[in-house]
């Protein structure tokens, strides 16, 4: 008999699938309650900047809230989302070191550049279009936020937060993001509760490895006073 994981334990212990699905690690095993809950005020201040950013571009209010923190196999962390997605590749150059996804969906995206391009946002969910012309104004969307999320960061950890040009592509449902993080895995993944106001409820999605997840933490402990995480 091969030799289980003790994720796959505890799965078959709590009922739950031991390998395939969208099975969830426990995050209490890479991270503490304490740091579970930095990454969640780090989400919360760099996500509300992007939102006011958002905001901005699109002429409608904007909320991005109600982080919450999850641990998955790479391969199983979009299982549960049957949609097609816009992701956009963000590297630190600056200040922290690492790399995250931001994903977005189709239909979500559709409705954000239809606003920008001056539209009602009234987009067919079945088909909506993305074209050139669409990804294009989507890609200054990310990048307003990003820079935004960036500023907030540089201010939350006192020192400069700088990133490469945003890179967005194309990501089918049931995508595997390991590739991207050069197979790492398990991966972080905050969803967020998004908002148009009159015209979406969603969600967005950041994913991040562990290793830049504790990089960040690590910044924000020093910055506090408290000492590097444990």
Known sequence: MANLSQAEINALLNGGPAAGGQTKEDIFEYFSADETDALGEIGNICMGASATAMSALVGRRIMITTPKVELYQSEAVLVAYKCPFLAVDVEYVCGIAGKNLLIIKDFDAAVITDLMMGGDGVVHEDNPVLDEIHLS??????????????TAMSDMMGEAVNISPPRIFRMEANGSVGKYFGGASPVLKI????????????????????EAAKTLIDRLMVSSGEGQAP
């Open 137 to 150: 104004a989507m890609s200054e969307v990310m990048n307003q936020m990003i820079g935004s999320a960036a």
């Open 191 to 210: 969803s967020f509760d998004m908002e148009i106001e009159g015209l979406l409820k969603s969600k967005l999605l950041q994913i991040m490895t562990v």
